[in-house]
């Protein structure tokens, strides 16, 4: 590639484009970029370039013919290569990656020409000019800065400039995305840590989640390209859809405490557990899936100050009854046993609301049962769950409950009693 900046500052460009890997890649004689003083080429004595203009108006006008034999002198060497003269004006198609993409692809000369003052004679651009090109809609003083915003990234996709051709398809706009997020050491910066996802080693996943946020953050920073973005592959349009069930949901952007519930928070109660519902439904569980529980069982509880609610700013994802009585079912534990016969509290109602999944509130739900217990005076939880609620089983798992048997359950007449037995014993705080 080829490219000659028609300028009255050669020294200011050359500078730049010849620094880092563009300048590199010109030492290799990968690209070959040459600034060319317009005013070399003026046919008066005072080398004068510009001329007030026709009409009357600030400022002055760049003279045609300077320009005009600037352009014939790098002309003359350029005999066979696919040539483009294109103006910077802010008049011109605003610039893309796709201009980007198509100038590297169709020509391999390409004359850059940089207007300065009030801007270049319209004789000139009628005559000689093949496209304008703006460098967005805002007005700079001289077209250089385009002219090198132009050569750099057509540069760059030149093949042999950057170390590998995925270096700019995985960028930002090559496909109508903005880029994924990118860390680099230390670990942990500030508080902050790298996403876990990127340090196990799994490069599948890690791939997975890249295209994720891709979408993701091009959906958050740039609507306009979003709303043009056409999914092409199974997987684009699968993660499309993940994205769109995850949008309304809520992110912990305060701190969550929790407090005894009041009769005033029972609508709201009532409202998770219809949530908690919808989702045990989805897993074929059939807990909770009649009148159960229904607001004068939380009335109860709220009674005998065995209810509590979580608190994020003026809402309430959660909701919990931890009771610090023994339950007398739990004694019947089949296949199995309970780790030792210490008081314990029994986690018997529990769920967050659905805006709130994904956002780490029932790991939080259960820390605060677990301080709820410790305010009991008690070390130990145990809590049952339907052997078809996965979801439930993990996080009771990854929160450090073992499973250690199991129970029948008759508080739903008419479901499945068959109950899976979790127990942890608490550690001392230290
Ligand atoms: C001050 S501008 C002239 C603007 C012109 N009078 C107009 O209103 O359209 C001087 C030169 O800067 C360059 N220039 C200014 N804004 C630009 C942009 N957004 N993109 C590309 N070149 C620009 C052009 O080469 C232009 O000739």
């Known amino acids: 590639m080829r490219i000659d900046i028609l300028t009255l500052f050669p020294d200011t460009v050359n500078a730049v484009l010849h620094e880092s890997i563009i300048g590199r890649a010109a030492k290799k004689g990968i690209v070959d970029i040459n600034c060319v003083q317009i005013r070399d080429f003026t046919e008066n004595k005072q080398k004068q370039v510009d001329d007030y203009p026709y009409g009357g108006g600030f400022g002055c006008v760049m003279m045609a013919q300077p320009l005009k034999s600037c352009l014939d002198h790098v002309m003359e060497s350029a005999g066979g290569l696919r040539s483009r003269v294109i103006y910077m004006s802010p008049q011109g198609k605003p610039y893309t990656q796709e201009t980007a993409k198509r100038l590297n692809r169709d020509y391999d000369h390409l004359v850059l020409v940089c207007g300065h003052y009030e801007g270049v004679d319209e004789r000139f651009i009628e005559e000689c000019v093949d496209e304008e090109i703006s460098l967005g809609d805002f007005v700079l003083t001289g077209g250089e800065i385009a002219a090198m915003a132009v050569a750099d990234s057509v540069c760059r996709l030149v093949p042999g400039v950057l170390a590998d051709e995925q270096c700019y398809t995985g960028e930002s706009h090559w496909d109508g995305l903005l880029e994924y997020p990118q860390y680099t050491r230390p670990e942990i910066w500030e508080g902050r840590a790298v996403p876990e996802i990127l340090l196990n080693g799994d490069h599948a996943r890690i791939e997975h989640w890249r295209r994720k946020k891709q979408l993701e953050r091009t959906r958050d920073k740039r609507p306009d390209m979003f709303a043009a973005f056409e999914p092409e592959t199974d997987e684009d349009r699968k993660l499309l859809r993940e994205l769109e069930k995850e949008q309304g949901r809520k992110r912990l952007t305060e701190p969550v405490t929790y407090r005894p519930a009041e009769a005033g928070d029972i609508p709201r109660i009532l409202e998770i557990v219809q949530d908690a ?71 018997h109602r529990a769920a967050a609301a659905k805006e709130y999944r994904g956002s780490g509130i029932s790991q939080t739900l259960i820390r605060c049962a677990e301080e709820q217990a410790r305010a009991y005076g008690l070390k130990c939880i145990r809590v049952d769950t339907h052997k078809k609620n996965k979801p439930m089983q993990n996080l009771l798992r990854e929160s450090g409950y073992r499973y250690r048997g199991n129970i029948l359950v008759e508080s739903e007449p008419g479901h499945d009693p068959h109950r899976q037995a979790f127990e942890k014993i608490l550690k001392d705080k230290k």
Do not use: M, N
């Open 277 to 347: 519902r919808e989702s045990l439904k989805r897993y074929h569980v059939d807990q909770w899936q009649g009148p159960y529980p229904d607001a004068a069982r939380f009335e109860e509880d709220i009674r005998l100050g065995q209810c509590f609610v979580l608190t994020h700013g003026a809402d309430i994802p959660a909701f919990f009854v931890l009771s610090p009585l023994p339950e007398p079912g739990y004694a019947a534990i089949t296949d199995g046993k309970w780790s030792a016969d210490i008081p314990y509290c029994v986690l």
